[in-house]
């Protein structure tokens, strides 16, 4: 990935972000007296001095999901998104290579609705530190979803809307345990690029190699240690899996080209693999026998994941790679690019991907599947979330549209949810989605 740089958030802000837009909303909040507002009370909470959360049942009525008056601002929202269409700028490596991967990319038949809106909550703020690093949100149960929030790990439970800090790395953190090859003088002021939450276990990664691991049902920390003292040491990406052995793993994607994998039973490092270019992401195959690598190379590896020895090349890709991941099959897996595309690879023939997705305004940054397979979701750095059907061969889709940059998505484990987070200066916030159920047999009752 890039060499971090103190300005690649205000690139981000400065291009990207709703305030623009929203100046004359302010205005119209600010002028208005409040006394005599006959606005909508669900519209704006006066008590708290904020626009309020929107529930489903406000979105059905008309609302925007996001909260954005439309009909008070000097432009549509048909209008906004054809703007940020035209001028949004996809960071890309290498030069062009968006308008080159459109050639054999598949036609999806877009209006399909496996996910539905639930709420979004404006008082969870997610935020991102680099623009190109955007696995920042992960759900636990369909209620449950950690994210980062500036200096702190937030857990947001959405049936309670209640928020709490579960790990606060403004300060000094270090750990409460004693384990062999742990860091006890721990870190000072981490600053967190890429985090994985699982079961109880969460990983944070940091911007000069930090690791800080937390045990959810344990006080303090357990386990700190730093994967290098290079230069170029940002962790890029976080995985946790179970070994064969029943054992909790995780793997570390560094910029120093390596890839590391830790064993959570020993809290010690198992595997050390290094590579020709910095590693953006690696993932796991369901089996634990294969990884998928990808970063600083328009081509992927297939690498064998005892040995680190390479088993294939992943060539399609046109610029640099930022995410991976694995259908639950074990078969077939998914890599996403700064081409703006997402790749469908099969193991048994790995010559070509089998299918080729393309987004509408930048980089796929970040992939996930349902734990039952049948549907995967990739989001690009900002406004769109596509979800495909993976039963019709990726051949239907549904276009989750608002505005804002995406510094992450998450489906919970049980499919049954999925969660997006929104930064935004104005409009940052979590956004749930809730599986769509056809529940046939309800119709005997009628």
């Not at 979105?59 to 703007?83: C, F, M, N, V």
């Not at 946790?240 to 994607?253: C, R």
Request: aromatic share 10%.
């Amino acid at each position: 990935m890039s060499h971090y740089h103190a300005d690649d958030a205000e690139y981000m802000a400065d291009e990207y972000d709703m305030e623009d837009i929203d100046d004359d909303m302010d205005e119209e909040f600010r002028g208005r007296d409040m006394g005599g507002s006959d606005s909508d009370v669900d519209e704006y909470d006066y008590s708290n001095n904020k626009i309020a959360d929107t529930s489903a049942a406000q979105a059905r009525r008309g609302k925007d999901i996001q909260g954005i008056p439309w009909e008070r601002l000097s432009i549509t929202r048909e209008k906004y998104r054809q703007t940020r269409l035209e001028q949004y700028k996809n960071y890309e490596n290498i030069p062009n290579s968006g308008e080159g991967s459109g050639k054999d990319c598949k036609v999806t038949k877009k209006g399909a609705s496996f996910y539905e809106f639930r709420r979004n909550s404006r008082s969870v703020k997610s935020t991102i530190l680099h623009f190109q690093l955007r696995n920042l949100v992960w759900a636990t149960s369909k209620h449950d979803v950690y994210l980062m929030s500036h200096f702190s790990v937030i857990h947001w439970s959405s049936l309670t809307s209640s928020r709490s800090q579960v790990l606060n790395v403004s300060g000094h953190v270090a750990p409460s345990e004693k384990h062999p090859g742990s860091l006890l003088e721990g870190f000072t002021q981490t600053q967190v690029s890429t985090l994985a939450v699982k079961d109880k276990l969460l990983v944070a990664g940091g911007f000069q190699g930090e690791l800080i691991c937390k045990h959810l049902d344990r006080p303090g920390v357990s386990f700190c240690s730093r994967t290098t003292y290079d230069d170029n040491a940002i962790t890029n990406a976080v995985e946790i899996y179970g070994s064969p052995s029943g054992a909790v793993h995780f793997t570390a994607s560094n910029n120093d080209c390596g890839v590391r994998d830790f064993d959570m039973g020993k809290y010690q490092l198992s595997k050390h693999f290094r590579f020709p270019w910095p590693v953006n992401h690696s993932s796991q195959s369901p089996d634990g026998k294969l990884l998928i690598i990808v970063g600083d190379n328009p081509d992927g590896l297939l690498v064998d994941s005892m040995t680190g020895k390479t088993i294939a090349s992943l060539c399609g890709h046109l610029d640099f790679s930022f995410a991976s991941a694995w259908h639950p099959d074990g078969v077939t897996f998914a890599t996403g690019n700064q081409d703006k595309t997402c790749r469908i690879w099969d193991l048994r023939n790995l010559s070509e991907s089998v299918a080729v997705l393309k987004g509408n305004l930048g980089a796929i940054r970040s992939i996930r599947y349902t734990s039952d397979g049948r549907y995967m979701a990739t989001a690009e750095p900002a406004d769109f979330v596509h979800v495909y059907d993976v039963k019709s061969g990726y051949e239907k889709e549904q276009e989750i549209d608002f505005f804002g940059e995406i510094s992450g998505i998450s489906f919970s484990p049980d499919t049954e949810s999925l969660f997006i987070g929104v930064w935004d200066r104005t409009y940052g916030s979590l956004l749930e989605y809730g599986r769509c159920r056809n529940y046939s047999y309800l119709d005997s009752l009628i």
